[in-house]
């Protein structure tokens, strides 16, 4: 007889919350039900006012009790619920769980709609009576059908055709199946209605089979809450409930990795949408279905080597050890680094703008070549290399009288440019002479060895984390190290964090994604109203989309409410300090764990301050360090920058320091609107990025004058 047992996201969401040591019978009785749920020793009750007759419960403890559905149809068997005994009842009767005929996916959500829905109405209507106004409807262009065709149960039809703001149906949304609110949340935000039914409908004509859940739960759409188990996968679950992410994937995502896509892939989507994870699970997919006579690999590749190091920890948790072998995993400047070693390259490389002294040298003689005739700032010169002499490749004089200064808000004629150039030769000459390559020139360097020797391809596929982040240099290394074809190129980013002031156009690289851009929009890190207040930095700045288009916010949703963001605003640093102290201590008192709070400044030096007095009142810290990965066994509030804080999440999250004085960072000295433009820019993207590391509550503090950009 062949059995299945399926667990859901509501089901490892309850073992959290329970007691450790009822927290080890659940385990205990999950793993005994998954071997045998016919097991004599299992006692099924029938729970007589239950909201699906086919929900039964089963006993954990003489005190706990689990909420199993077994439906009439096959031999199928979902863990749905656990809690104390009234409370589990209380559940059951408070749920619904079924499959919905027009999506085909299983929907577990509340029953309780109609009653806050009705409160609201009644509060509305004695509003629109006092006013004697005509309610305008939000979803009034659009036919019941139409909504139920999108997942919504028929029962809430009615209720939800009566809302009249995108704040009534947030108001409602824990009392949706996540599909429905999705949806819906999509049509009020603008998102065409074609456009969401592609997304949330499947393509079949007729209606699916409401009794059949073995079928249903091979769905896309059920297996974002619901997951078949197997023995090892179980095990995992169990051990670490909280990481639902290595099993429960939003359908949204799960298109994008599990599919052969003809060519380069580009994935865009805001913080919190799962880029990372999709790119994660995509690395794996490809490993598992490589050829074993190829010898090739899948590169899983970013631009830091401290989200690289992250990455590779988040690999060993949902790869096989064959899958894993199969995976190199390296930040883009350390492969560089190797691949040159393994060639004898005999230079020394060093970045744009470092404090290595032979390139402080060279660029200080390179600016000895100034011309009077130019009232240019040095600043000028070092960003006139970065943005144009760099991302072009430059290096004749020619070249730079015809380059293209797009961006740039200092216009040069010919004779400007010749002087300009004569900086830019002797910069070249001290490069040269003291044997050293900026990072720039040796990806180009990479390039040339590659062509020279006839090198082929290194890898079967490429998956790229932090897309935006790159520049164009490093996506032509990337075309080169693998073939053009199936599968060959995947790349996640988003505009709105881009901290690196690297932009790029992707099918100026050789990187055509036409026909192949997809877009997360599901926020499932931060609240909601975090979200907004994250948003809100970035408000009607123009964000690139990496291929010379622009990206939106529209149609960018938190699943999850809670607490507006917290600021507090002190006139002293030590005022400041005692805040969050108290803060902390409150957390804790609360239940939190401090090596779930993180504290983010916008300098080590002020990280480093706000550490030292959180020591000096007994609280315990830990310094996320640059190049490593974040231990969460280790005690302690988390110590980091913006900068580092990227690609990480905490239950709780602090931004100190948050003053006109530190954010954005007084350090930038340029003339040049459109340099000012852009590093305004990348220092809203950071604190954006800082943001949006909160999962549950997010404190802003500073001294003095609250940045203007909150």
């Not at 997919?285 to 690999?297: E, Y």
């Not at 830091?304 to 990455?311: G, H, Q, R, V």
């Not at 004898?344 to 290595?356: A, F, H, L, M």
């Not at 000012?676 to 990348?682: F, G, I, Q, S, Y």
Request: glycine share 6%; aromatic share 8%; proline share 3%.
């Amino acid at each position: 007889m062949d059995i299945q047992v399926a667990i859901s996201q509501d089901f490892l969401t309850a073992i959290v919350r329970l007691p450790r040591a009822q927290q080890k019978k659940v385990n205990q009785f999950v793993s005994k039900f998954r071997n045998d749920p016919l097991a004599s020793g299992i006692n099924y009750e029938k729970i007589n006012d239950a909201a699906n007759s086919d929900m039964r419960s089963v006993r954990i403890d003489q005190a706990y009790r689990g909420i199993i559905l077994k439906p009439k149809q096959g031999n199928v068997y979902i863990l749905l619920w656990v809690d104390h005994h009234d409370e589990a009842y209380d559940w059951a009767r408070r749920h619904q769980c079924k499959i919905h005929p027009k999506t085909g996916a299983i929907q577990l959500y509340p029953t309780d709609i109609n009653e806050s829905a009705s409160e609201q109405n009644v509060e509305k209507k004695t509003d629109e009576t006092s006013s004697e106004a005509t309610p305008s409807y939000l979803f009034k262009s659009y036919e019941p059908a139409q909504l139920f065709e999108l997942g919504l149960p028929e029962e809430f039809l009615d209720n939800v055709l009566k809302i009249t703001s995108i704040e009534e149906l947030g108001a409602i949304s824990d009392s949706l199946p996540n599909e429905a609110y999705e949806a819906l949340y999509f049509l009020a935000d603008g998102i065409p209605y074609e456009e969401v039914l592609e997304d949330y409908r499947s393509n079949a004509s007729e209606d699916f089979d409401t009794e059949d859940f073995a079928a249903a739960l091979a769905r896309e759409g059920s297996k974002r809450r619901f997951v078949v188990v197997d023995d090892e996968a179980l095990e995992q679950m169990l051990d670490a409930p909280l990481e639902k992410w290595r099993v429960f994937l939003h359908p949204s995502q799960r298109k994008l990795v599990e599919r052969d896509w003809n060519g380069p892939v580009r994935v865009l989507g805001g913080a919190g949408t799962g880029k990372t994870v999709a790119a994660i699970h995509r690395a794996k997919w490809l490993s598992a279905g490589l050829n074993s006579s190829s010898h090739k690999k899948v590169l899983f590749t970013t631009f830091t080597k401290n989200l690289a190091a992250d990455i590779s920890e988040h690999l060993t948790q949902i790869c096989s050890h064959s899958e894993l072998s199969n995976i190199e995993t390296v930040n883009i400047d350390s492969w560089v680094h190797k691949f040159l070693k393994r060639n004898n390259y005999n230079y020394d490389i060093v970045y744009p703008g470092d404090s290595n002294p032979k390139r402080v040298n060279s660029w200080k003689r390179a600016l000895d070549n100034k011309s009077p005739e130019l009232d240019l700032s040095d600043h000028f010169y070092e960003e006139e290399w970065k943005l144009v002499v760099q991302e072009q490749s430059i290096t004749e004089k020619s070249e730079y009288i015809r380059a293209k200064r797009n961006g740039r808000g200092t216009r040069l004629n010919r004779k400007e440019r010749l002087l300009v150039w004569s900086v830019f030769e002797e910069y070249l000459l001290q490069l040269n002479h003291n044997r050293i390559k900026e990072m720039p020139d040796a990806m180009r360097d990479c390039i040339a060895i590659i062509d020279t020797k006839n090198i082929k391809p290194m890898y079967e596929s490429v998956v790229v984390d932090e897309g935006q982040d790159m520049g164009s240099q490093a996506y032509e290394l990337i075309r080169r190290i693998v073939p053009e074809g199936k599968n060959d190129i995947f790349i996640v980013g988003d505009g709105h964090q881009r901290i690196y002031r690297n932009k790029v156009i992707l099918g100026r690289c050789g990187i055509n994604i036409i026909g192949r851009s997809r877009k997360l929009r599901v926020n499932y890190r931060t609240t909601e109203e975090t979200k907004q207040l994250a948003v809100s930095v970035l408000d009607n700045v123009p964000v690139d989309d990496l291929d010379s288009g622009q990206d939106s916010s529209k149609g960018y949703i938190s699943l999850m409410h809670g607490e507006s963001p917290e600021i507090i605003v002190t006139s002293s640093f030590s005022e400041e300090a005692d805040a969050i102290v108290e803060r902390i201590e409150q957390l804790e008192a609360a239940g939190a764990k401090l090596q779930d709070i993180c504290i983010v400044a916008r300098t080590k030096k002020y990280r480093d301050a706000i550490g030292t007095e959180l020591t000096k009142s007994g609280i315990q810290v830990y310094e996320v360090m640059a190049n490593g990965v974040d231990r969460r066994h280790h005690e302690g509030v988390r110590l980091a920058t913006m900068h580092r804080v990227k690609g990480l999440e905490f239950q709780n999250v602090f931004i100190v320091g948050c003053s006109k004085s530190n954010v954005p960072l007084q350090n930038f000295k340029s003339q040049d609107p459109v340099e000012l433009r852009e590093h305004d820019m990348a220092e809203r993207a950071l604190l954006h990025v800082a943001m949006t590391r909160a999962m549950r509550s997010l404190t802003i503090t500073c001294h003095g004058e609250l940045t203007s950009f909150l």
